[in-house]
T-cell receptor, first 115, second 115 residues
Framework: GAGVSQSPSNKVTEKGKDVELRCDPI?????LYWYRQSLGQGLEFLIY????????KSGLPSDRFSAERTGGSVSTLTIQRTQQEDSAVYLC?????????????FGPGTRLLVL | GENVEQHPSTLSVQEGDSAVIKCTYS??????FPWYKQELGKGPQLIID?????GEKKDQRIAVTLNKTAKHFSLHITETQPEDSAVYFC??????????????FGTGTRLTIIP
């Protein structure tokens, strides 16, 4: 079946502009994660959604970052007033449920470049 | 919070030889240790995982060992093939207050198999 999809695959923007990144999780998956992968670094947790529960926002680096998940499916990560240090690959992952140690399935990522 | 260190950052291995990647973690409460493979332009994909009640796990040419006392775990790939060339990430997991797996990733190892 279809995996996790993300759009756009690449995004170039100017410093100070807002960007929206989209994630479509695997159908039926109730949990969704966003990560940031900077060049030469590991994946940095940003935010977690599980069903209708309050999201775990503990990884968001600043108040310029926010995310929504509408209808328990598609999620949008918004970065306001982008800065050059926001340049990275933004990865989305989903899991079937909230059970601990479930496999996270990753999308291909959105490569964001802030000029 | 958890801190995961991964070594080496790059590794070149002759085809057919073995490759070993090592990780250490800081939080003794971590209880789940997945390994991900990331090919160019793709999201990470789980290749093997190990839980804290197990010392070793093997899946064909891939094995993972865990030493909880020393807080380190390793990935072993035997009989390496060109398609094993990729970036490999280790991770350690704590269950957060939100019930999700909070994965902390290592910084990655770029493995190159030399034909």
């Amino acid at each position: 079946g279809a995996g996790v999809s993300q759009s756009p695959s690449n995004k170039v923007t100017e410093k100070g502009k807002d960007v929206e990144l989209r994630c479509d999780p695997i159908s039926g998956h109730t949990a969704l994660y966003w990560y940031r992968q900077s060049l030469g670094q590991g994946l940095e947790f940003l935010i977690y959604f599980q069903g209708n529960s309050a999201p775990d926002k503990s990884g968001l680096p600043s108040d310029r970052f926010s995310a929504e998940r509408t209808g328990g499916s598609v999620s949008t990560l918004t970065i306001q007033r982008t800065q050059q240090e926001d340049s990275a690959v933004y990865l989305c992952a989903s899991t079937l449920g909230p059970q601990p140690q479930e496999t996270q399935y990753f999308g291909p990522g959105t490569r964001l470049l802030v000029l | 919070g958890e801190n995961v260190e991964q070594h080496p950052s790059t590794l070149s291995v002759q085809e057919g030889d073995s490759a070993v990647i090592k990780c250490t973690y800081s939080d003794s409460a971590s209880n789940y240790f997945p390994w991900y493979k990331q090919e160019l332009g793709k999201g990470p994909q789980l290749i093997i995982d190990i839980r804290s009640n197990v010392g070793e796990k093997k899946d064909q040419r891939i094995a993972v060992t865990l030493n909880k006392t020393a807080k380190h775990f390793s990935l072993h790939i035997t009989e390496t093939q060109p398609e094993d060339s990729a970036v490999y990430f280790c991770a350690a997991s704590l269950e957060s207050n939100f019930g999700n797996e909070k994965l902390t990733f290592g910084t990655g190892t770029r493995l190159t198999i030399i034909p």
